[in-house]
């Protein structure tokens, strides 16, 4: 059975950081894309990071890029999202996924067949 569990959300104040973490269960965790997504309220769901495998090459979405980093331990089956200089429009519900896809569509939240359940970040001004 696989399984995603993201850990780690919370509330922070503006500028500063958290960290989540994706622990994966029940599949081969290196024939995987591992991603983060955040929904926010009324929002679609929004690509923000994935990587093939621990120290493989890193994907990010556009608002993030330069501020967050996903990084994975291979041993573990985790792949970690490390979130600097939060930004209140940065809240949101924020989920793992895994994927078999291709590359070209690492950003397509339909090519990921398994979820966890999310974790929330709340960001203050």
């Known amino acids: 059975q696989v399984q995603l569990a993201e850990s780690g959300g919370g509330l922070v104040q503006a500028g500063e950081s958290l960290r989540l973490s994706c622990e994966v269960s029940?599949?081969?965790?290196?024939?995987?894309?591992i991603a983060w997504f955040r929904q926010a309220p009324g929002k679609e769901r929004e690509f923000v990071a994935a990587s093939k495998r621990p120290g493989g090459t890193e994907y990010y979405g556009g608002s993030v890029k330069g501020r967050f980093t996903i990084s994975g331990d291979k041993a573990k089956k985790m792949m970690d999202l490390q979130m600097n200089s939060l930004k209140p429009e940065y809240m949101a519900v924020y989920y793992c996924a895994s994927s078999k896809a291709a590359v070209s569509a690492i950003r397509q939240s339909e090519k990921y067949r398994y979820w966890g359940q999310g974790t929330q970040v709340a960001v203050s001004s």
């Open positions: 029940g599949l081969a965790f290196i024939n995987y894309h």
